[in-house]
DNA sequence: AATGCCATGTAACCAGTTACATGATTGC
DNA sequence: GCAATCATGTAACTGGTTACATGGCATT
């Protein structure tokens, strides 16, 4: 599992509570890394009995308190030890390739429909994805070392954009010459 | 959920019974989604209380007797209804993005021989897909109509392997230049 | 007065994985 | 004799989702 490695990592950048981590995991993690709040907190607690984590509480005014989590030399050590196992191989799971291989069976329109929403949705990914790039790494050719990491990472997500848009062309390209 | 209705799709084609289907999961459709025989069996019941399907016993000499599975008239109407629903845009969950974004924190030497394993892997599906564009559609601008949703499935896992080997290639590259 | 942010959780449920179980036939 | 294929399941567990719960402060 890797949700404990997506919490370990970013409490390596930085410590959070585990308010801040689920906000994280809504913005930049969570482009490669869905978490709600309920299982970050779940999850939070199994790592602070593995002693991957301690927390302190944070006493503040006009706001509630909270548990700030740091990552301690155990949480380092392992992981560095997931980082040197291999990564399995992920399946694939679309449940849209499924309606597509049931084109037969289905509502071709509503498909069609669908495949011009998912491609919308691609380009505000890839437009968000540019402009963090942009912003971040300007100039591709000398990307820090220490955030050669986090660069690479959104490469893959752009990437990944780019070629669900041109799946989806193939898709609505192929629709439009049986239609004609 | 997606297995029944991929389940729908399968025995839309053809009847079968759960052992078939759990080998067409672990090959044309489950390059896009991958089933367990288990849990096939256990969806294929609850299926049948659904009346989505109904099984007939087939009675065999020399093999196990077995369950074939057909898909139903309110099963037809199930795939239609789903069919003409939005798809969830699924989110993307990698375990080897976590790990580059931790490369800070982690064994870089393991992080690059994983890449190369997962390069190699790409390569391979590439290739599978390739053989069967080849066998199936030797004329990708005559696809007979019934065939498109198929087509354009094998055609989103090409495109899918291409840009998986891409992003690799950028990764190898990139790791390349701080060495040297 | 209502909405939204900050902050942390519990409980019930669901989908999917892993381990275990059985038993006959066919091919090496 | 051993492994693979055919064939169908049960049981325990895990990871994740959805619904529910609480409560103060700041903004509109």
Redesign the pocket.
């Known amino acids: ?3 404990e490695h997506a919490i370990l990592v970013s409490l390596a950048e930085k410590s959070a ?4 981590l ?2 994280r995991f809504d913005a930049s993690i969570g482009h490669f890394w ?6 970050i ?2 999850v939070l607690g199994r790592m602070e009995s593995d002693k991957w984590v301690e927390a302190h509480l944070v006493e ?1 005014s ?3 308190d ?2 700030v989590y740091a990552i301690t030399g155990e949480g380092r050590d392992e992981l560095m030890r997931w980082s040197s196992t291999p990564t399995p191989i992920e399946a694939y799971r679309s449940e849209f390739a499924v309606k597509l291989r049931g084109l037969n069976f289905g509502d071709r329109d509503a498909v069609l429909s669908d495949v011009r929403t998912r491609r919308a949705a691609h380009v505000t990914q890839l437009a968000y994805y540019e402009a963090s790039a942009a912003k971040h790494y300007p100039d591709p050719s000398t990307v820090a070392d220490d955030e050669l990491g986090a660069y690479l990472v959104l490469r893959g997500g752009f990437i990944q954009e780019q070629s669900g848009i041109a799946w989806c062309d193939e898709i609505l390209q192929a629709f439009g010459a049986a239609e004609r």
């Open positions: 599992m890797a949700l509570s585990g308010y801040d689920a906000r869905k978490a709600s709040h309920q299982q907190y779940k503040q006009g706001r509630p909270k548990k």
